[in-house]
């Protein structure tokens, strides 16, 4: 498909667990960023990797949270020691590189945490 | 730090009608674009239209169109001739030179036979 791939699309799991999310952009966009949106919530910013550059970490709101983006292409964000407040639906988007450069989002991974 | 405000956590509208959905933000920075995006159940955040700040005439994309009042910081979106389909979460975004989007809490537009 030529869209934002995300899985898995839900993921329940046991407080205490680590996840890892895993986004597949669109083909030749060099910007990646997560979000994540809370139930009934809008999205709340969490890293953003452009290029080769260092990523923009500002959004992660614990230093259980990181993310990783390998050749480029496929990023990962791992929760370590889940927390239920981590539980979520988690949003990759994409785009090209270049301030206005609309983002394109996948569907989301629906994280639970009991 | 910028915000995002969206004021009217719900709205419905009757198929046909036109409905009027209500932004505001706030940034100090001087260039920067204003989006609103609509989430169905699907979840995926489908763009909807988007206005870049110094552009002074408003962005149209068939029945969607914008009222954008720049002194007054606000950013609404008009949807006219309301189908079904439109029924859905609607969020206001800002993308600021930082590039990340910054979102309101968002609308719930439902739609009615």
């Known amino acids: 498909g030529a869209g934002v791939s995300q899985s898995p699309s839900n993921k329940v799991t046991e407080k205490g667990k680590d996840v890892e999310l895993r986004c597949d952009p669109i083909s030749g966009h060099t910007a990646l960023y997560w979000y994540r949106q809370s139930l009934g919530q809008g999205l709340e910013f969490l890293i953003y990797?452009?290029?080769?550059?260092?990523?923009?970490k500002s959004g992660l709101p614990s230093d259980r949270f990181s993310a990783e983006r390998t050749g480029g292409s496929v990023s990962t964000l791992t929760i370590q020691r889940t927390q239920q407040e981590d539980s979520a639906v988690y949003l990759c988007?994409?785009?090209?590189?270049?301030?206005?450069?609309?983002?394109?989002f996948g569907d989301g991974t629906r994280l639970s945490i009991l | 730090a910028q915000t995002v405000t969206q004021s009217q956590p719900e709205m419905s509208v009757q198929e046909a009608e036109t409905v009027t959905l209500s932004c505001t933000y706030d940034t100090s920075e001087s260039n920067y674009y204003l989006f609103w995006y609509k989430q169905p159940p699907s979840r995926q955040m489908i763009l909807v239209i988007r206005?870049?700040?110094?552009?002074?005439q408003n962005a149209t994309e068939n029945r969607f169109s914008v009222n954008f009042q720049k002194a007054a910081k606000s950013f609404s979106l008009k949807i006219s001739d309301s189908q079904l389909g439109d029924t859905a979460m609607y969020f206001c975004?800002?993308?600021?030179?930082?590039?990340?989007?910054?979102f309101g809490e968002g609308t719930q537009l439902t739609v009615n036979p």
């Open positions: 990797f452009q290029g080769n550059s260092a990523p923009d």
């Open positions: 206005q870049e700040a110094y552009k002074q």
């Open positions: 988007a994409s785009s090209l590189e270049g301030f206005n450069q609309p983002q394109h």
């Open positions: 975004a800002m993308e600021t030179s930082g590039s990340r989007l910054t």
